[in-house]
Nanobody, 116 residues
Framework: VQLQASGGGLVQAGGSLRLSCAAS??????????MGWFRRAPGKERELVAR????????YYADSVKNRFTISRDNAKNTMYLQMNSLKPEDTAVYYC????????WGQGTLVTVSS
């Protein structure tokens, strides 16, 4: 399974970005498992930002992004999204998508930079 993350860039504080994560290859390996977005900010540990379950669409958000970020997935397109609104400088990080059992599949990361 290959995960391709895209959509990062430079945005001013208060702005918005939409990240995408497209899965290809043996995507059946991810069926029934959740997908998620992680991020690693400079000098910090990687953290789970949001995840979405495979079937019922249940979601989880880190407290730091609640009510600002929205995770979604289009199973027909094997694609997951992260809509990020009201961005803050502290959201600056490399964002990674992950999927599969035990987060066994990872995308390459996309850089989000929020200027103040």
């Amino acid at each position: 399974v290959q995960l391709q993350a895209s959509g990062g860039g430079l945005v001013q504080a208060g702005g918005s970005l939409r990240l995408s994560c497209a899965a290809s290859g043996r995507t059946s390996s991810t069926y029934g498992y959740g997908m998620g977005w992680f991020r690693r900010a400079p000098g910090k540990e990687r953290e789970l930002v949001a995840r979405i379950s495979a079937n019922d669409g249940n979601t989880y958000y880190a407290d730091s992004v609640k009510n600002r970020f929205t995770i979604s997935r289009d199973n027909a397109k094997n694609t997951m999204y992260l809509q990020m609104n009201s961005l803050k400088p502290e959201d600056t990080a490399v964002y990674y998508c992950a999927a599969g059992p035990g987060w066994s599949y990872w995308g390459q990361g996309t850089l989000v930079t929020v200027s103040s």
